[in-house]
């Protein structure tokens, strides 16, 4: 008898063979709720894990939620390849299951296995030398959206503040930022809930591929067809996302700003723009003086007044007019958009002026149809239909970060706002483009400010936060809540320790040599990096943020939850070199050995997701506190984030009290204390396990009313997810300014469009026109299209990137599972007129390389590919490449000189906005066969 034969078990016992080992798979013990908290965005994605004999058995997607807006599908069932093969993590080869020291020289790999004991007594020594030989600011944690989840970052920040350390910040270590988002509406924050993609009749997938990066999010997408909806993909690829859209527009790498600018020429020219949304909730029709191509201001116009008030030219009076600054509504005023106009000044001098737009329409002769074409690679004709596409649909422009590490990403996303603008698109459903968000998790966000557990303390935070904002505004009565707010993060950014990391990678991380080469910059930088740099700290545009200074480089790094030698444009040769030999201590507290930690000094392992209790960050893209909790005991020696920082909070105490070391001055003359930092971390010793913290969090926010009155951690056991009812205070959830509803899928902006309430730039309006010095020496204060800088040398091919479909950034790049869903090793992408001509074929061996460095991996070659360009879906481990070599080596990391700039309206940093910012794409490379 075959085996084929012997497998199915007819008579046989049904308590034996291949049917009951079926049911035993479908048996358990208990069940937890859990997602995966990494840095997923927007993630959230509810999953039910089982357990049997205290092991994780399987997991697999909740599908619990309901539907939000009648007519709308639901989220269901959310989830991914990476979250279903989450458990095969928790045992693979890569987990770091004891604490590790260095045993060798670092990067040798060579450790020893010791206590934690040992471990944090050699960090605590090293933190306090640090300390005591340097100052507090030579503790460094450099940032990430940790792999702990909400808790790990939040938790060792509070020990991190303690000491007086230095924090950089994470929207720029990451780059998921969007400049020219924040230069329009001054704030990144917008995010629609993802069911309202629904509502498009135009989906326009920008700079983003979400067929690979919104797996459980792209069916609304697909569904916007119910209404009749299309799908545009506008990329230089035929990328994955194309395979499933209407049309797919092919444009040169880094060109999309001529492509906007050529829809938008046409929909001026064929008079399709939407006149009152124009002018009421942007600046285009703001006056600008023709001599100095700055705004018109009431200083000059009138001798005195304010700075930020402007005018229009009121076409029913034939003069100025005052812009209200308290609402987009014009009121009576009848704003022209066109013509240019005699104004007297107060000293008597008579200028010209002319309405933004005016100025707009006269730069727009140069993107016509045929010219945008001639720049982008567009058809002429695919420019017009879709820009009256645009006009006269619902536009849902799905941008994701990929704009942004673009040179000359700022004037591409500038330029999609203004087709917005022009057309009408944002603020109402199905409309707007988009960036991230958090928020809404109120009581772990204010939790840092507490000094004791409890509601009663909760409440006197809020109040005292409300108090400061009360005080903020009297200073300006015209501000808005939302303005408010952010000035509140702008104060405390400067009397913080989280600094934008640009100064740390220009002082001490050796990319100082390569900003400065002027052959890689945009030629409007004139002197070049460094003078530039002079300039804006000599200005106060930092407002003494620009450390840690060049003579006081860190000593003591902790990296937390990230992976910096992997993730930072510029590649470990390069900080290794230049940042590795200053520190005397290398922290990496982490579930697995990635390339950072294989060059640390000591290793600490963590419990992964279903090992311990944590939350996924809360976003307005899914609207729920999703709980993640504690399924089974963590393995080995691993231990919860929570009680990690607990101990060494401990064992610092203990060391300092040993020293005699308590109380010390930071660089700003602050005292700090190192007998309280237990008592703080834990709220006087109540807050003293992860189920206590994730109760008083649940239970401050609901105080708060942002989650139904009464949730706690035990109607989050009950339920898994529970959906926010209120925005809340903390800033980045202000900034959707728009009503949250129970039943209506969420659309930002819609306080601007449908209340009037303005926006938080220098004008109060959308603003498409900075009149900054260095913008208007730069010829940027419009929209316009610059070609990409030759990064990287003069080499004829050009790189980009995206996430592979296989990652959530690292996390999962060695896992076995999802290796055997592609190749299992990296792999480059090449057009076979690109690979023809260097005598390259399938899975050859290929080099990449530049003027920096190179690296090898294997060859992909599809016709999806652009002849120029070279795709590296991004996400490996360098380990996983030849001489650790990886693509970060041949990507300069150049930020844009203009991201300096400052000092003006609504271009000043705060958390996690307005700063330079790393660049990795369209980067000058050739291709060998290796
Ligand atoms: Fe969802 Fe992220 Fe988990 Fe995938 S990894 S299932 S997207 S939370």
């Given at each position: 008898m075959s085996k084929r034969s012997e497998a199915p078990d007819a008579g046989a016992s049904p308590s034996s063979g291949p049917s009951q080992r079926y049911r035993e798979k479908w048996n358990w013990d208990t069940t937890a709720w859990a997602s995966h908290c990494i840095n997923c965005y927007p993630g959230n994605c509810q999953y039910r894990v089982y357990v049997k004999d205290g092991k994780i058995v399987r997991e697999e997607q909740a599908g619990t939620y309901m539907p939000v807006e009648a007519g709308v599908p639901d989220m269901n069932p959310m989830g991914c390849q990476k979250g279903n093969a989450w458990s095969?993590?928790?045992?693979?080869?890569?987990?770091?299951?004891?604490?590790?020291?260095?045993?060798?020289?670092?990067?040798?790999?060579?450790?020893?296995?010791?206590?934690?004991?040992?471990?944090?007594?050699?960090?605590?020594?090293?933190?306090?030398?640090?300390?005591?030989?340097?100052?507090?600011?030579?503790?460094?944690?450099?940032?990430?959206?940790?792999?702990?989840?909400?808790?790990?970052?939040?938790?060792?920040?509070?020990?991190?503040?303690?000491?007086?350390?230095?924090?950089?910040?994470?929207?720029?270590?990451?780059?998921?930022?969007?400049?020219?988002?924040?230069?329009?509406?001054?704030?990144?924050?917008?995010?629609?809930?993802?069911?309202?993609?629904?509502?498009?009749?135009?989906?326009?997938?920008?700079?983003?591929?979400?067929?690979?990066?919104?797996?459980?999010?792209?069916?609304?997408?697909?569904?916007?067809?119910?209404?009749?909806?299309?799908?545009?993909?506008?990329?230089?690829?035929?990328?994955?996302?194309?395979?499933?859209?209407?049309?797919?527009?092919?444009?040169?790498?880094?060109?999309?700003?001529?492509?906007?600018?050529?829809?938008?020429?046409?929909?001026?020219?064929?008079?399709?723009?939407?006149?009152?949304?124009?002018?009421?909730?942007?600046?285009?029709?703001?006056?600008?003086?023709?001599d100095t191509r700055r705004f018109l201001r009431q200083p000059e116009l009138t001798g005195a007044g304010r700075d930020d008030q402007f005018y229009a030219f009121d076409a029913r009076t034939g003069g100025v007019a005052e812009v209200p600054?308290?609402?987009?509504?014009?009121?009576?005023?009848?704003?022209?958009?066109?013509?240019?106009?005699?104004?007297?000044?107060?000293?008597?001098?008579?200028?010209e002026v002319a309405p933004v737009f005016q100025f707009l329409k006269d730069e727009l002769a140069d993107y016509t149809p045929e010219k945008a074409a001639a720049i982008c690679g567009a058809d002429a004709e695919m420019i017009r239909s879709l820009a009256r596409k645009v006009a006269t649909r619902r536009t849902n422009l799905l941008l994701g970060f990929n704009a942004g590490k673009y040179y000359h990403g700022d004037l591409i996303e500038r330029s999609m706002c203004l087709l917005l603008g022009l057309t009408g698109n944002w603020g109402k459903k199905g409309t707007g483009t988009r960036s991230w968000s958090v928020g809404m998790f109120d009581g772990a966000y204010l939790y840092s400010m507490k000094e004791k557990a409890g509601r009663e303390e909760a409440l006197r935070v809020l109040a005292m936060r409300d108090m400061i904002a009360?005080?903020?505004?009297?200073?300006?009565?015209?501000?808005?809540?939302?303005?408010?707010?952010?000035?509140?993060?702008?104060?405390?950014?400067?009397?913080?320790?989280?600094?934008?990391?640009?100064?740390?990678?220009?002082?001490?991380?050796?990319?100082?040599?390569?900003?400065?080469?002027?052959?890689?910059?945009?030629?409007?930088?004139?002197?070049?990096?460094?003078?530039?740099?002079?300039?804006?700290?000599?200005?106060?545009?930092?407002?003494?943020?620009?450390?840690?200074?060049?003579?006081?480089?860190?000593?003591?790094?902790f990296e937390i939850g990230g992976n910096f030698l992997r993730r930072m444009r510029g590649g470990q040769e390069l900080l290794l070199e230049n940042f590795w030999p200053k520190l005397n201590m290398i922290v990496t507290v982490d579930w697995r050995?990635?390339?950072?930690?294989?060059?640390?000094?000591?290793?600490?392992?963590?419990?992964?997701?279903?090992?311990?209790?944590?939350?996924?960050?809360?976003?307005?893209?899914?609207?729920?506190?999703?709980?993640?909790?504690?399924?089974?005991?963590?393995?080995?020696?691993?231990?919860?984030?929570?009680?990690?920082?607990?101990?060494?909070?401990?064992?610092?105490?203990?060391?300092?009290?040993?020293?005699?070391?308590?109380?010390?001055?930071?660089?700003?003359?602050?005292?700090?204390?190192?007998?309280?930092?237990?008592?703080?971390?834990?709220?006087?010793?109540e807050i003293n396990t992860p189920e206590k913290l994730a109760d008083e969090w649940i239970q401050d926010t609901a105080t708060f009313g942002n989650l139904p009155e009464g949730t706690d951690l035990q109607t989050m056991r009950e339920q898994?997810?529970?959906?926010?009812?209120?925005?809340?205070?903390?800033?980045?959830?202000?900034?959707?300014?728009?009503?949250?509803?129970?039943?209506?899928?969420?659309?930002?902006?819609?306080?601007?469009?449908?209340?009037?309430?303005?926006?938080?730039?220098?004008?109060?309006?959308?603003?498409?026109?900075?009149?900054?010095?260095?913008?208007?020496?730069?010829?940027e204060q419009l929209p316009v299209h610059k070609p990409n800088p030759q990064q990287g040398g003069d080499h004829p091919l050009v790189m980009t990137s995206g996430h592979a479909r296989s990652t959530v950034h690292t996390t999962n790049a060695v896992n076995l599972m999802m290796m055997q869903t592609h190749r299992g090793e990296p792999s480059v992408m090449l057009s076979p007129a690109d690979a023809q001509g260097r005598n390259i074929g399938p899975d050859d061996k290929v080099c990449v390389f530049n003027d920096l460095s190179e690296f090898v991996c294997a060859a992909k070659i599809s016709p999806a590919v652009r002849p120029g360009q070279v795709i590296m879906y991004n996400g490996w481990?360098?380990?996983?490449?030849?001489?650790?070599?990886?693509?970060?080596?041949?990507?300069?990391?150049?930020?844009?000189?203009?991201?300096?700039?400052?000092?003006?309206?609504?271009?000043?940093?705060?958390?996690?906005?307005c700063q330079p910012i790393p660049i990795d794409r369209g980067i000058a490379v050739d291709v060998v066969k290796a």
């Open positions: 095969q993590m928790l045992g693979s080869p890569e987990r770091v299951l004891y604490p590790l020291k260095r045993a060798g020289e670092r990067g040798e790999g060579k450790w020893t296995r010791v206590s934690w004991d040992e471990a944090l007594s050699d960090i605590a020594d090293a933190t306090l030398d640090a300390i005591q030989e340097s100052g507090p600011e030579s503790i460094l944690q450099v940032s990430t959206p940790n792999e702990g989840g909400l808790m790990a970052g939040m938790l060792f920040g509070r020990v991190i503040e303690k000491l007086g350390g230095m924090t950089t910040d994470v929207n720029a270590d990451i780059n998921d930022f969007n400049p020219g988002l924040y230069m329009t509406y001054g704030k990144v924050n917008s995010a629609s809930s993802v069911d309202d993609w629904f509502h498009a009749e135009l989906t326009l997938v920008w700079h983003r591929n979400p067929v690979y990066t919104a797996i459980p999010w792209y069916h609304f997408v697909l569904e916007s067809r119910y209404n009749g909806g299309e799908i545009v993909v506008i990329a230089p690829d035929y990328s994955p996302s194309a395979i499933h859209s209407d049309y797919h527009v092919a444009v040169e790498p880094g060109s999309d700003a001529a492509l906007a600018l050529g829809m938008c020429q046409v929909i001026i020219e064929e008079g399709l723009y939407d006149g009152k949304f124009v002018r009421e909730q942007t600046d285009l029709a703001l006056l600008v003086r023709a600054r308290t609402t987009l509504d014009l009121g009576e005023i009848e704003a022209a958009l066109e013509g240019r106009f005699e104004v007297t000044l107060a000293d008597g001098s008579v200028v009360a005080g903020v505004k009297m200073q300006d009565p015209t501000m808005t809540d939302e303005m408010t707010s952010f000035e509140l993060m702008r104060m405390s950014a400067a009397m913080g320790n989280t600094v934008p990391p640009a100064f740390l990678w220009y002082y001490h991380c050796g990319y100082a040599e390569r900003w400065n080469k002027p052959e890689w910059n945009d030629p409007a930088i004139g002197d070049g990096f460094d003078s530039r740099m002079q300039e804006a700290i000599s200005k106060g545009w930092w407002q003494g943020l620009n450390r840690p200074g060049p003579d006081a480089p860190p000593k003591v790094m050995m990635h390339t950072t930690g294989m060059y640390s000094d000591i290793v600490l392992p963590v419990a992964l997701s279903y090992e311990k209790l944590t939350f996924h960050i809360p976003t307005p893209d899914i609207l729920n506190l999703t709980l993640s909790d504690a399924a089974a005991d963590p393995p080995g020696e691993t231990k919860p984030e929570f009680e990690i920082f607990h101990l060494l909070a401990q064992k610092i105490e203990e060391r300092a009290a040993a020293r005699g070391f308590v109380e010390y001055r930071d660089s700003r003359g602050a005292t700090r204390r190192l007998d309280n930092l237990v008592s703080s971390y834990t709220l006087g010793g898994g997810s529970v959906r926010f009812t209120n925005w809340g205070a903390v800033p980045f959830a202000v900034a959707q300014a728009s009503d949250l509803e129970p039943d209506s899928t969420h659309n930002p902006f819609r306080w601007h469009t449908e209340k009037n309430m303005p926006y938080p730039t220098l004008t109060r309006r959308a603003q498409f026109y900075i009149d900054h010095d260095w913008f208007v020496e730069a010829g481990e360098p380990y996983q490449f030849d001489e650790w070599k990886d693509p970060s080596s041949i990507e300069p990391g150049m930020v844009k000189w203009l991201h300096l700039a400052g000092g003006y309206g609504h271009m000043r940093y705060w958390l996690m906005q």
